[in-house]
């Protein structure tokens, strides 16, 4: 069942843990109840990282990740950003400076991350940056938000998190495929796709009773 | 000729061996001595070494003055594509020499040659320098070249005809360009074996010495007899319709190698050999000792081993790629064996070649079919040998990767002023059309990395001091020196044992594949994968007979324009139901069905097929002309049915046709009023339907990587890290983005119209279907003819829906525990 967004084209509802979660083509999930945005792996500065090793990475990349995170911002107005992991790719670089100037303009927001195996700057560099961090995974309502997904997850409670890039193969008659990133729901744990763009893909292998959400495009499409 | 030559020397040491010089080679002496240069056009086993080797050295003995010394500096140097003839040549070259009293050393320089044997070569040239064209490369990246080269009197290239139809040619050109141009008495020659446009071989080889009318060409003229037999299956019904190993017909072949003293069995692919060589040993246990694999991704070390084995007749049979399609001559070998299509005339010419050495003596070659239909093609290549309808080889023009890695190297060694080299590529067959714009690229993208990349200091390599090009950095030259060449593969893995020998080399998506403790088969040995270390696959012998035989990637070759035409003749035959050829005859049942379920078209007639089954509908249209021709067309009338209505296609094809296959039943009738092949908008339809963006990004890899884009890594240390390998995709995506005139990124796109989807034969091929009469057929199954591709699972894919529609009609690949 696809529930689209009043306002917003291409975000559909989903039912996670009770929870209702707006699942946006642009790779995050909007917590309405608690008006959060959850972002997974943004891999900020990875277009410069590569850059530094002399392979050159059309800006475009760069300024695709800035324009879907303001819109993000804009069209959800959320009071509390969860980045799940994985902010910034590399060691300091001038994307950080974009990343702190793009905090300062939302500042009745709350950034937090919570740290990823990438998320490697020094602590005052995150204080700076007004982000505020958290070490391990935290619970919020039903859910447990972490950057690896949880090997075990405690009775009752909903693990999200990110790190794995997923993504799923369609298939149709014909012989038709399709490899697409996606939001997979397990009965226990969620994980969100990438939002970085020039990111892999690692393909999941989801079970019968699991929901996987595509981004078909420019829309989010249960399958 | 004007001047007296004296051939006597060369007479006379023929004759105290007790030969007789051929016409052909008299005539290369003569022309060679008065001062020519030119091409001998002579089959391998012919004498043609001597034809050439022998004037270099009588050159020598008219005009030197001091026979006997042992320090005359480089006087010749003799280029060959594959390292496996270096060493005949060598001792041809120096029996001859020393008999005829010279001190000459004739020295061996490939990539294999140690550094300090390099060293030696570089105090104290040898006479003689028999090379590759990347290690003639090396030299002139070597400071102080041109002393190195002052003495040279000529330069030959040995198996012409196989570096013009690569890169390697462009490199060879423009190398000779640069020798000419410091030695402007400098004779050319090159050495080929007959092919279809010999013309344009001797142009790409000469040059602007056509110019000059100083060449001759010289024909060997030895006739060479070639018996094809097919190994038949016993009843074609029971045999496959579909199917590329031919593994069926092992039992057959048995036979065959046991009646000749030693047998070459030529396979397509790597893979095919692994599993021929495999089931071999398990059919016959009592050969095991005496036959053996061959192939390109072996080691060395073992390749060696097994072509000595060969030449000294030690082998029963030798299991075989195309790595055996050139090299030295094997006398053991009696009889060549063929599995499934070679699918070029004169590489089946070629391999039947390495049997019979002795000028006069038949070859024989045994045809083995993997699939049924492919007995036609047995048919069709008997005919087009016996019309010597063999195939042309397209030179590489404008391959500016070449040039501008070509440029560095002289940046690299002496420097160089743009003045100086700009007529000499320019004189190049190659870069003939090459503009003065063009050119002024080039030396900016070498100084600033051109227009995209200039904020990048990594491309800024060359620097310009008074005028003169050159790079100052010792890092950049050095990297430079080690990517000189425009062989590029996927850095592989070595496969070695636990112990650190060698053994081999794999493609790292396979080892993916298999975990530590699986066993697989490798240069016919069971070996069980013990760890990867370091771009490296330890493994240990297996007694286990079961494993995976490892695939490698590319190397599907399209039937060629020759072998297609006559595959339509032959089918034109089975239609009329003349069957001379005993494959036609052994064929007849099969064709029959066909002919009951569909159709058989004629010469004048262009056969579709149209059915339904429980995988959705397809459509299959049969041209014969080649799968890369088939890939175009695919994509074209696919492109061009999904204008009438939203639909999705899978493609499939081989070499006789392609199969739309869509979930939704095809509007055909309507597509074909509409006219499907009319040559209407046909460039703009071209360019829509296929990925066109996709596939010159393929091509672009190795473009970037000759180009000195990406720098693979120092040697036994590749980059390890993957994002870093699927680097060129980036640059390409750079120039897309920001520099669309990019040459580089231009030649991409020129080669992939060019080699990939051969345009020219595309639209050939639409012509003679426009003047055909299309039948339309509807079998209630796949027939004969579709079976083979409808089985294919390697498909390209194109829609006109939406990919939300297409999506929703999809079905999520579920976790199967």
Request: charged letters at 25%; glycine letters at 6%.
């Amino acid at each position: 069942m696809n529930i689209p967004h009043p306002q917003l084209s291409g975000t559909v509802q989903a039912r996670v843990a009770g929870e209702k979660l707006w699942l946006h083509p642009f790779r995050a999930a909007y917590w309405e109840r608690e008006k959060t945005l959850l972002i997974a792996d943004l891999h900020l500065g990875k277009a410069l990282h590569f850059r530094r090793e002399g392979l050159p990475v059309p800006a475009a990349v760069s300024n695709e990740n800035w324009d879907r995170l303001l819109a993000l911002l804009l069209d959800f107005r959320p009071q509390r950003v969860l980045l799940l992991g994985d902010l910034f790719h590399s060691e300091y670089n001038r994307e950080w400076e974009d990343f702190c100037q793009t905090v300062e303009q939302f500042d009745q927001v709350s950034f937090e991350l919570i740290m990823g195996n990438h998320d490697f700057l020094p602590a005052e560099a995150y204080r700076a940056a007004r982000l505020k961090i958290h070490e391990e995974q935290i619970q919020l309502g039903p859910f447990l938000l972490s950057h690896h997904p949880l090997e075990e997850v405690p009775e009752g409670l909903y693990n999200l998190a990110g790190h794995i890039h997923p993504c799923v193969f369609l298939q149709g008659s014909g012989r038709l495929r399709e490899r697409l990133p996606c939001f997979h729901f397990g009965l226990q744990q969620g994980v969100l796709p990438a939002f970085g763009a020039f990111t892999g893909m690692a393909a999941v292998r989801p079970r019968q009773q699991d929901q996987v959400y595509v981004i078909a495009g420019e829309q989010v499409l249960e399958v | 000729m004007t001047q007296a030559v004296d051939l006597k020397p060369g007479i006379a040491w023929f004759e105290k061996r007790g030969w007789q010089p051929f016409p052909f080679q008299l005539q290369s002496w003569e022309a060679y001595l008065s001062g020519y240069s030119g091409m001998v056009n002579a089959p391998t086993g012919a004498g043609k070494t001597y034809s050439l080797a022998m004037p270099i050295l009588m050159e020598f003995l008219q005009t030197a003055s001091d026979r006997s010394s042992e320090k005359n500096g480089l006087q010749a140097i003799w280029i060959t594509p594959i390292r496996a003839l270096t060493r005949e040549i060598q001792s041809a070259f120096q029996e001859a020499a020393g008999e005829l009293g010279l001190q000459w050393q004739i020295a061996i320089r490939s990539g294999d040659t140690s550094s300090s044997d390099r060293q030696k070569q570089k105090r104290r040239p040898p006479e003689v320098l028999i090379t590759t064209p990347e290690s003639l490369h090396l030299l002139l990246a070597a400071k102080g070249y041109p002393k190195y080269f002052s003495t040279l009197k000529t330069v030959v290239v040995d198996e012409w005809h196989e570096l013009m139809g690569s890169k390697r040619g462009v490199q060879m050109e423009l190398a000779l360009s640069r020798l000419k141009g410091m030695l402007p008495e400098l004779k050319v020659w090159g050495i080929s074996a007959t092919i279809g446009n010999m013309d344009e071989a001797l142009s790409a080889l000469m040059g602007n010495t056509l110019e000059t009318g100083r060449y001759r060409v010289i024909r060997a003229n030895i006739p060479k007899a070639i018996e094809i037999a097919s190994v038949l299956p016993d009843e074609v019904e029971r045999f496959p319709w579909a199917g590329h190993l031919g593994i069926k017909l092992i039992e057959k072949v048995i036979p065959i190698i046991n009646q000749s003293q030693s047998t070459l069995i030529f396979t397509n692919t790597r893979a095919q050999c692994e599993i021929w060589y495999q089931n071999l040993l398990e059919v016959a246990p009592d050969l095991s000792g005496a036959i053996a694999m061959h192939h390109g991704s072996i080691s060395r070390e073992l390749r060696d081993w097994v072509e000595e084995a060969l030449h000294e007749g030690k082998l029963k049979a030798v299991v075989c790629t195309s790595s055996l399609d050139l090299g030295v001559d094997f006398r053991p070998v009696e009889t060549i064996v063929q599995i499934g299509s070679p699918k070029g005339v004169a590489r089946f010419v070629q391999r039947a070649g390495r049997s019979g050495h002795q000028p006069g003596a038949t070859s024989r070659i045994y045809f083995v079919p993997t699939h049924a239909l492919e007995l036609i093609e047995a048919a069709a290549l008997r005919r087009a040998v016996t019309e010597g309808e063999l195939e042309s080889r397209i030179p590489y023009i404008r391959s500016f990767d070449v040039l501008v890695q070509y440029l560095v190297t002289l940046a690299v060694s002496e420097g160089f002023r743009p003045a100086d080299i700009w007529p000499e590529v320019k004189g190049t067959f190659a870069f003939r059309s090459i503009t003065e714009a063009e050119w002024a690229w080039c030396l900016n993208f070498i100084t600033t990395g051109g227009e995209a990349l200039q904020a990048y200091d990594e491309y800024r390599k060359v620097e310009v001091e008074d005028g003169l090009y050159k790079v100052n950095s010792r890092r950049t030259a050095m990297r430079h020196r080690l990517q000189i060449g425009t062989i590029t593969s996927d850095s592989p893995l070595q496969v070695k044992y636990v112990g650190g020998k060698y053994i081999g080399n794999i493609e790292e998506w396979f080892i993916s594949q298999i975990k530590p403790g699986d066993t697989f088969w490798f240069a016919g040995r069971s070996l069980e994968l013990v760890r990867i270390k370091d771009m490296t696959a330890q493994v240990r012998r297996s007694k286990k007979k079961k494993g995976k035989i490892p695939s490698w990637l590319g190397g599907r070759m399209p039937l060629s324009s020759q072998l297609s035409a006559s595959l339509r003749f032959k089918i034109g035959q089975l239609q009329r139901n003349e069957l001379a050829d005993i494959e036609l005859q052994c064929l007849q049942p099969l064709i029959e069905v066909q002919r009951e379920r569909s159709h058989v078209p004629g010469s004048e007639e262009f056969l579709m097929e149209y059915f339904s089954s429980r995988e959705g509908h397809h459509l299959v249209v049969y041209p014969f002309e080649g799968r890369f021709v088939h890939e175009g067309l695919g994509a074209l009338t696919a492109y061009r049915i999904s204008r009438l209505s939203p639909i999705s296609f899978s493609i499939a094809m081989n070499d006789y046709g392609f199969e739309l296959l869509s979930d939704s039943p095809i509007p055909i009738e309507e597509a074909l009023e509409q006219g499907l092949f009319s040559a209407e908008g046909l460039s703009a339809d071209i360019q829509a339907s296929i990925n066109a963006a996709e596939m010159a990004k393929r091509r672009f890899r190795d473009i970037a990587s000759i180009a000195g884009l990406v720098f693979k890594g120092y040697p036994g240390k590749q980059k390890r890290d993957r994002h870093l390998q699927s680097s060129s995709q980036l640059f390409f995506q750079v120039f897309n983005d920001y520099e669309p005139e990019n040459l580089l990124l231009l030649q991409a796109y020129d080669e992939l119209m060019a080699f990939q989807l051969e345009e020219a034969r595309l639209r050939a091929a639409l012509q003679r279907i426009r003047q055909q009469r299309v039948i339309l057929s509807r079998p209630e199954r796949a027939t004969p003819f579709a079976f083979p591709i409808i089985v294919d699972r390697l498909r390209e894919r194109l829609s006109s829906e939406k990919l939300e529609d297409r999506i929703r009609k999809m079905k999520l690949q579920l976790i199967r525990d």
